[in-house]
């Protein structure tokens, strides 16, 4: 689909071989064939035949589709400065109140963000159609926290990305969230505010949240 919209198929209708467009695709002519059938069945393309090959365009299911790769794309390669992401607020294990109140990690947060966190993250647990998000914001440079030893244990690195959090209830600015060198949790966020935000915007377990992620401000 990317090969006809390059030809100007989102715009208007293109006239396209099986010949060429199996040597595009590097597959046989049977095979660019059955490709271009499958994509009209999904409501993708229009397509009719013509002399010499077919009609096509793009239609607007397949124009959002591409529209989702472009943005995707741009944020693994770095062209996009901010993701915004949905997430479920749910109660976490308190582990993150525990490591980010270990004084390794406590004074690089001061000193990298300015702020002192409260001992404590606000959870956002993202649909799947969100984790490739999560992977992007996780490719980009972000804040590195370095890892340390305390008590005979060793703390590993993280790298933390400033953001914002809204809901009907307000937006909070000061904000971040911490990405771990090791998570078992994909499709969880984990945000750190010097407030309690859950106070701050009478957040309660369920209620829907936005985070608006900067990827240019480190």
Known sequence: MKFIALQGGTRHPIHISSINLSKNLGVSQQSASRYLIKLV???YLERRL??????????????TVLRKEFSEYSLIFGTQK???????????????GYYISKKGYMSQFQEKLKWKPYE???NLRLHDNEVPKIEAMKAAEGILI????????????????????????GIVKE??????????????????????????????DGDVFTTKVNLGDV
């Open 175 to 204: 904000c971040a969230i911490i990405s771990p060198k090791r998570t078992h949790y994909r499709r969880v966020v984990e945000v750190i505010s010097p407030i309690f935000l859950r106070d701050k915007l009478k957040a309660v």
């Open 41 to 43: 069945e999904r409501g």
């Open 82 to 96: 901010e993701i915004e992401m949905k997430g479920i607020l749910e109660t976490g294990l308190g582990e993150g």
């Open 146 to 169: 370095e890892g340390f030893e305390q008590e005979g244990r060793t703390f590993g690195k993280a790298w933390v990305f400033k953001c914002s959090l809204e809901n009907g209830g």
């Open 50 to 63: 013509a002399q010499g090959g077919q009609i096509v365009t793009v239609l607007n299911k397949g124009i």
């Open 120 to 122: 404590g993250t606000f």
